[in-house]
């Protein structure tokens, strides 16, 4: 099983991303989508999930306004569009994958079943 994160960058505060994750090697449709990310010297966080079949999303508060998850299940592949930028967004984002078919999601580490490597996002004029 392979995920992979792209889009990640230095952008401006206020300014947006898209973080784009393949996947390859598992049953893409079966599984939640889970964004994640880790600031310098913090823990790992939930930033957003979306369910296998895309009925069900969740956000933390933090991003909520301002980041959209979406999947397409026909090119196995999640998004995650972050709009309005502020330093504190600064992060590795990980995609991860949860075995979970149903209209649920969850942003647990402990119920991750495969993690991509992380993708860099820097806020910061």
């Known amino acids: 099983v392979q995920l992979v994160e792209s889009g990640g960058g230095l952008v401006q505060p206020g300014g947006s991303l898209r973080l784009s994750c393949e996947a390859s090697?598992?049953?893409?449709?079966?599984?939640?989508m889970i964004w994640f990310r880790q600031a310098p010297g913090q823990e790992r966080e939930g930033v957003s999930c979306?369910?296998?079949?895309?009925?069900?999303?969740k956000y933390a508060d933090s991003v909520k306004g301002r980041f959209t998850i979406s999947r397409d299940n026909a090119l196995n592949m999640a998004y995650l569009e972050m709009n309005d930028l502020k330093p504190e967004d600064t992060a590795v984002y990980y995609c991860?994958?949860?075995?979970?078919?149903?209209?649920?999601?969850?942003?647990?580490?402990?119920?991750?079943?495969?993690w991509g490597k992380g993708a860099p996002v820097i806020v910061s004029s």
């Open positions: 991860a994958a949860e075995n979970r078919y149903s209209n649920r999601c969850l942003m647990v580490i402990s119920e991750v079943d495969h």
């Open positions: 979306i369910s296998a079949n895309e009925g069900f999303t």
């Open positions: 090697g598992l049953e893409f449709f079966t599984h939640a």
